[in-house]
């Protein structure tokens, strides 16, 4: 069972159901009891809460979206950084992402491609005019809605554009396949970086298919540098020039030879759209260094305008009502965009059903449900599937999703299919966790050797280190001893030797939080360690114990710094819970709180005057049970866990019944004379 269904935060959201796992968080269905409608809350995972760069992550996505109000942008209505938990509560969508109905339907229709393009791009100009860069644009960040319309979401790794921080020499952050080149290099990322995922997108849902594809991400890498793609039309010969010349443009290499902003996209689509056989010339003689590509169609040296051609105008009133400078739109136009939306539903209803148009009997007809996003162990449980299908699977592997979740379902959910029908299920196979080994000492290509024959990945980093010799290991990341999955990334810290400039490790780290300390390394010049957490301190959670240099030891710039945390679990917590006494009672009644069995509080209370009754206990750790009784009989009892130091639950609630009314008399009451009752 997940620990969060069930729960309410902070009294407000009441969760209901898992919606999806992500690299750093889950994602949640809740209640919003106050505000009286279903929200979506990311909750951080517990294992990312102390690692300072997913914290960093995390906290810029809600600094991001709550900056943003956009109809094309997921909304934030509420975020939370406590000690416990870090979440942000957003707009719930009612739909599928962008990559689910692509790999539905294969190639878009170019018109529909152009509708979510033009959405997804007001989406990113209005970002980009906040300051905010995106930097993971991809079909998996976008939600498609039932009417068409487009929210993009997941600014997990979003940017300021401003930030002195932004360029990723370490690492290029983003989903490959994606990324554009200057990213990939870990160059300085602009927003035109959000232009060529983009271009990458539209290629994919125009052709059905990815630009680059290879056996892992470091090839895939490569190519989007290096390799030039093929042309669409090459894959699909229905899309017309001019659009095949967009996304091209979106996806050049050089970010000065691509549109030099969202808002310049928009133009040359909106230009595509009132007239599709209209062709574009992007000169590119005139920059420096530039090697011209094959000639394109022979145009003058300005953009090509094309004439207004009334009788297509696809979804022209979406656009005029972003540039306020469209006009009215025709009705001629909506009628034309009608008809292709029908004649398109109705084609697409032909190919989904031809299989029920050619068995026979409707009645031995079943809609395909929608499997993938379950459990395989929940489908073939469930008897209503098995009883109506047969099952063959294939193993996937998707390190974000959960093991044994179906990936891919073949037929497709909402096709008409018959009673029996064999159905292939695409599901992921579960990661297998191994303890990472001590290679401290090691020679780099030893530890390389190691981590090869266990099965890990690994990437080097060299770190100044004033003991170990230059050449082996100083550390890894995660820490020897601890466990990782399979395949995972280990990076080996390697040492140069001692830097010639020396710093400080800086003063007052103990006592401070983490996540100030972390930053102040940084600062100082230093690298962040393993950060490990001490179950046995009274100290609270994510206050650091120890560095290991400690303060004002002496170092080599560059070298790495451990630092110990306690991890709460033995701190001092205080719990507190308050209970609603019953409502009809208008007299006094005597409330005794026991604690383990003991007797903690004995008053007199008017409910009628009081209403409710504030338990606080203090402890460290344990479960303790508390029972609250009214005039002796057995009213409340509560589960106090101070391991977890969550909200304490009502296990049992009885009914209360007044003196004289023939069962509380006063002598030592009777629990079993009311049912019991769940709160």
């Keep these: 069972m997940d620990k969060f269904i069930g729960k309410r935060l902070d009294g407000k959201y009441e969760i209901h159901d898992l919606l999806g796992v992500g690299g750093m968080a889950y994602v949640y269905r809740a209640y919003d009891r106050v505000d009286d409608r279903w929200v979506a809350i990311k909750i951080l995972k517990e294992e990312f809460s102390n690692n300072s760069d997913f914290l960093r992550r995390f906290r810029n996505e809600a600094k991001a979206i709550t900056l943003l109000s956009h109809p094309n942008i997921v909304e934030v209505y509420d975020v939370s950084f406590g000690d416990r938990l870090q979440y942000i509560v957003m707009e719930y969508i009612d739909g599928i992402s962008l990559k ?73 952050i983003g989903s490959v396949h994606y990324i554009a080149p200057e990213q990939a290099r870990g160059d300085y990322i602009t927003d035109k970086a959000d232009i060529y995922s983009l271009g990458v997108v539209l290629y994919e849902m125009l052709t059905g298919r990815l630009p680059f594809v290879a056996e892992n991400a470091v090839s895939v890498a490569l190519m989007q540098l290096q390799a030039k793609a093929a042309q669409p039309r090459e894959l699909n010969p229905s899309i017309p020039r001019g659009l095949e010349q967009i996304t091209m443009h979106a996806m050049e290499k050089n970010p000065v030879n691509r549109f030099q902003s969202a808002g310049e996209m928009l133009d040359d689509l909106d230009m595509f759209r009132r007239n599709p056989a209209a062709t574009f010339h992007y000169d590119y003689q005139a920059q420096p260094g530039y090697n011209a590509p094959q000639a394109m169609d022979a145009y003058d040296n300005t953009r090509f305008t094309p004439t207004y051609d009334d009788s297509y105008e696809y979804e022209e009133e979406f656009v005029r009502s972003r540039r306020g400078a469209r006009g009215a739109m025709a009705v001629k136009g909506v009628i034309a965009a009608a008809v292709i939306v029908l004649l398109a539903v109705g084609a697409v209803w032909l190919l989904n059903n031809w299989e029920t148009l050619l068995e026979g009997d409707p009645s031995e007809q079943l809609e395909m449900p929608k499997l993938v996003g379950m459990l395989y162990e929940e489908v073939v449980g469930n008897e209503d599937y098995s009883s109506a299908f047969t099952f063959t699977t294939t193993e996937g592997n998707d390190p974000e999703k959960r093991p044994g979740e179906i990936l891919k379902q073949t037929p497709n959910a909402g096709i008409m299919v018959k009673k029996g029908r064999q159905v292939e299920l695409m599901v992921n196979g579960k990661v297998e966790q191994m303890e990472v080994p001590e290679v401290k000492n090691y020679s780099e290509a030893d530890a390389i050797a190691l981590m090869k024959e266990i099965g890990f990945k690994y990437k080097s980093e060299p770190v100044a280190d004033d003991e170990v010799e230059v050449g082996k290991i100083v550390s890894t990341d995660p820490p020897a001893g601890s466990m990782a999955d399979a395949g995972s990334i280990i990076t080996l810290r390697v040492s140069k030797g001692p830097a010639k400039k020396k710093v400080k490790v800086p003063d007052n780290l103990k006592g401070k939080l983490v996540y100030d300390v972390t930053p102040a390394l940084e600062d100082a010049g230093l690298v962040v360690g393993n950060i490990t957490y001490d179950d046995s301190s009274t100290e609270a959670k994510d206050i650091v114990i120890s560095t290991n240099p400690e303060s004002g030891t002496e ?112 002598d030592g009451g009777d629990d079993s004379s009311g049912e019991e009752e769940g709160q």
Excluded at 565 to 585: C, F, M, Q, R
Excluded at 589 to 597: A, I, M, P, T
């Design 555 to 666: 170092v080599s710039e560059g070298a790495t710094v451990d630092i110990l945390v306690s991890s709460g679990k033995n701190s001092e917590k205080i719990l507190e819970k308050t209970i609603s006494l019953p409502a009809s009672v208008n007299q006094d009644v005597s409330l005794k709180v026991y604690r383990n069995g003991t007797v903690v509080d004995s008053v007199r209370v008017n409910p009628s005057l009081a209403g409710s009754y504030r338990l606080a206990f203090t402890g460290t750790s344990g479960v303790d049970t508390v029972i609250i009784t009214l005039d002796d009989q057995n009213y409340m009892e509560l589960s106090f866990d101070f391991d977890t130091g969550e909200e304490p639950a009502v296990v049992n609630q009885h009914d209360y019944i007044p003196s004289g009314t023939g069962g509380g008399d006063g």
């Design 100 to 172: 689910a109905y692509i790999e539905q339907e294969g190639a878009i229709r170019w018109q529909e491609a152009l509708h979510f393009t033009s959405q997804i791009l007001l989406a990113l100009e209005h970002a980009h005019s906040k300051g905010i860069i995106h930097r993971d644009i991809k079909p998996q960040n976008i939600m498609l809605l039932q009417d068409g319309s487009i929210k993009v979401a997941d600014f997990g790794i979003a940017r300021f554009s401003q930030s002195d921080t932004q360029t990723m020499t370490d690492k290029a």
